[in-house]
């Protein structure tokens, strides 16, 4: 399915590409957007780290000579290692680790885990560097100051956790296509609190509480450590700025994640609303939603072999009787039906067998009955049922028309014409009269078939045997030619009586007048 085939990007974004690109392309961008969103975050993090301690939080100052070999040399290598490590080293270890995917293979489940999984562990090795950092920045300026601890360990926690959530949701976001590609092979069993609930709580967590958190133990410390008032109400304005800041952006980036499954499932419902059944979404969610996706597809996928059982169920039956089966319960037994009926034969079809290769003899009749079907639908009629060489044509039933007998008698005249020209290999006897006959459903309550029965079938089937004898080989009664609007009867000329075999009332015979 191409990017823009449902309306939206295949994996929620036109930057994560198509689920079947190249390999090759699919790692470098994969590679690409995990480095610089991990650079990225760690920069900022690193940036409000270094301005928290050094201007907002209260507590001593650690810009003085003091500090200069922790602030101008320590911190400026560590944040450099960490970010080659974080950034680099271990997005190059997690692709190795998802070489499934990059050798265009299906996973192991053992694989499928570690690929569902990957966003949380790149996240936790990133929160490792913050922790050693921690450890590292605390020791340094405890041993210059002790009294530089709490506010330099604070800041750096707080920090770390709020990295290690934008950290999450772009390694979620850039290894989606690796998630869906996990996902094809099944869907694993939930873990608990790893859903959308668990999503949004992170995001409600790094975004909120952790500040929050952040303005309490400011508060207490304030009791230990007097501050003034000026000093407090700026601590406290930058604090609930980089919260606010922090958590709208995680929020949004939490929505996004959220609603870009459920739109994809809403353009795919817009496809099948318009028709088109082989809608089918990319699942790259391993949460409730990835379900929502993955029952969107097997609802797709019935869907569609509801429709190829419809397709096939009205090639056997006829259109007409499909949709009017489908529409209503139906039962056996039939009602009498005011009805034109038209009987084709083919003359001589025993010598055609006989003559030609069998695979011919199925093209000649192909084609043969090509021509019948579409002049006797574009006529408003259905055919019943083939008979080998012969076909039986209704008009009237299931679904009533107008002018019946002048539909079937002007299907009749074309259907002569084209097959005079279209298939003149096959000459054919064309049958056609109307009346009253008993239309409906024939056979046992688990086996049965839509047919008319009555004096009108059988004459018309007279009437196509004696028509193989008459120039044109078309014959009507006077019973259909009576009943057809005048346009249409004046195209036909009446002929001599005759009494038909097997019957013992002579039949008024009509042909066209041209």
Request: charged share 20%; with cysteine.
């Amino acid at each position: 399915m191409s990017a823009r085939s449902n309306g939206t990007a295949p994996l929620g974004s036109a930057i994560l590409g198509e689920p079947a690109e190249p390999v090759r392309r699919q790692r470098i961008r994969i590679q690409s957007l995990l480095t610089l969103s991990l650079v990225a975050t760690h920069l900022v993090g690193a940036a409000l780290v270094a301005a928290l301690i050094n201007v907002v939080i209260p507590g001593p100052s650690v810009l003085t000579s003091d500090f200069l070999v922790v602030t101008a040399i320590l911190a400026p290598v560590y944040v450099g290692v960490a970010i080659v490590l974080g950034s680099v080293m271990f997005t190059r270890g997690a692709l190795r680790r998802l070489r499934w995917a990059l050798e265009d293979r299906p996973p192991t489940a053992a694989e499928q885990r570690i690929a569902l999984q990957m966003p949380w562990r790149i996240t936790l090795e990133q929160g490792g560097l913050w922790f050693l950092g921690l450890i590292l920045f605390t020791t340094c300026f405890g041993l210059v100051d002790p009294e530089t601890i709490p506010k330099v360990a604070l800041t750096i926690t707080l920090a770390g956790f709020t990295v290690c959530g934008f950290a999450y949701m772009f390694t979620e976001f850039a290894l989606r296509p690796i998630s869906a590609r996990a996902l094809e092979a099944g869907t694993p069993p939930r873990r608990r609190f790893a859903g959308t609930t668990g999503r949004v709580m992170l995001s409600w967590a790094l975004g909120s509480a952790v500040p929050v958190v952040g303005l309490i133990l400011v508060a207490v410390f304030a009791f230990i450590r007097p501050v003034t008032t000026t000093r407090l109400a700026i601590t406290i304005l930058v604090l609930c700025t980089i919260a606010l800041f922090t958590g709208s952006l995680l929020m949004y980036l939490t929505v996004r994640s959220t609603i870009a499954p459920i739109e994809s499932v809403r353009f795919g419902m817009r496809r099948i609303e318009d028709g088109s059944f082989d809608a089918a979404v990319v699942v790259y969610d391993g949460t409730e939603l990835g379900q929502l996706q993955t029952g969107f597809n097997r609802m797709a996928e019935g869907l569609r072999e509801r429709e190829r059982m419809r397709d096939v169920f009205g090639r056997h039956v006829g259109r007409d009787v499909a949709a009017a089966a489908l529409n209503r319960a139906e039962t056996l037994g039939g009602e009498e039906r005011e009805v034109a009926v038209l009987f084709i034969d083919i003359i001589g079809s025993t010598g055609i067998a006989a003559s030609r290769p069998p695979t011919e003899v199925v093209e000649l009749l192909n084609r043969f009955f090509a021509v019948v079907v579409h002049e006797i639908h574009v006529a408003g009629g259905f055919v019943n049922k083939f008979e080998g060489d012969a076909a039986l044509a209704i008009f009237g039933a299931p679904v009533a028309v107008d002018d019946a007998p002048g539909r079937a008698l002007a299907a009749a005249r074309r259907m002569a014409q084209r097959l005079e020209t279209e298939v003149p290999e096959c000459r054919a006897g064309i049958g056609i009269t109307a009346g009253i006959a008993v239309a409906g459903n024939i056979g046992a309550e688990e086996r049965f078939e839509y047919t008319v029965i009555g004096d009108p079938v059988n004459e018309a089937a007279r009437l196509s045997e004696f028509a193989k004898t008459v120039p044109g080989h078309v014959v009507a009664s006077r019973r259909a030619l009576d009943a057809a609007s005048g346009e249409e009867r004046a195209r036909w000329t009446l002929g001599e009586e005759v009494v038909l075999r097997g019957r013992l009332e002579s039949t008024h015979l009509a042909v066209p007048a041209c």
